[in-house]
């Protein structure tokens, strides 16, 4: 998992409430990335972010919202308008150089109950 | 676009033997490959990539990969399975543009039985 850290691991909310995963990386990487994993769906793109307030939609951005003030912190708000959240959330960071790995955090297992 | 396709949800290996994990990609020009693995509740751990050069690339773990140009896959390899190889692997492709994210495919699980 390297230097980069997701908090919490584990986050229940209720239906209707918003809720901010923190994804924070020491590793001075520029390019910062949220998937959602779910069974049998592999990883998913919600959003991406190159550089420092800059940031672009992914493949299942609705009900979703980022920022990226700082270059070490990508965090992801998901809304209560995401039908269906409850999912295994993953970010991931990498460096600018084209062949570079991108390398994922631990994880944040997100509940709606 | 691109896309990766894994035809095996599931591949199930005896202890010592060889295993093969199946991956097609499809790209516009030349592709970056690349495998994961999972542990349970974990995050994703980069195994191996190829981004040019020789077809054979070795990796974490004893796991290898070919690249295979004209049949766009790059399977991924191990001569003798561990018990403790039992997890999700990831293939995944992107094209060689700066930041462009990784696609994934949708994984297969690995069993390796004692």
């Known amino acids: 998992d390297g230097g980069i850290t997701q908090s919490p691991k584990y986050l229940f909310r209720k239906e209707g409430q918003n809720v901010t995963l923190s994804c924070e990386q020491n590793l001075n990487h520029d390019a910062m990335y949220w998937y959602r994993q779910d069974p049998g769906q592999g990883l998913r793109l919600i959003y991406y972010s190159q550089i420092v307030n800059d940031f672009q939609k992914g493949d299942i951005a609705e009900g979703y919202s980022v920022s990226r003030e700082k270059k070490e912190s990508f965090p992801l708000t998901v809304t209560s308008a995401q039908k269906n959240p409850t999912a295994f959330y993953l970010c991931?960071?990498?460096?600018?150089?084209?062949?570079?790995?991108?390398?994922f955090g631990p994880g944040t297992r997100l509940t709606v109950l | 676009a691109q896309s990766v396709a894994q035809p095996e949800d599931q591949v199930n290996v005896a202890e010592g033997n060889p295993l093969t994990v199946k991956c097609t990609y499809s790209?516009?020009?030349?592709?970056?490959l690349f495998w994961y693995v999972q542990y349970p509740n974990r995050g994703l751990q980069f195994l191996l990539k190829?981004?040019?050069?020789?077809?054979l690339v070795k990796g974490s773990y004893g796991f290898e990969a070919e690249f295979n140009k004209s049949q766009t896959s790059f399977h991924l390899k191990k001569p003798s399975a561990l018990v403790s190889d039992s997890a999700l692997y990831f293939c995944?492709?992107?094209?060689?543009?700066?930041?462009?994210?990784?696609?994934f495919g949708k994984g297969t699980r690995l069993s390796v039985i004692a």
């Open positions: 991931a960071s990498k460096s600018s150089g084209g062949s570079d790995t991108q390398y």
């Open positions: 995944a492709v992107r094209v060689p543009s700066g930041n462009t994210p990784l696609v």
């Open positions: 190829y981004i040019t050069g020789d077809n």
């Open positions: 790209v516009s020009g030349n592709p970056y």
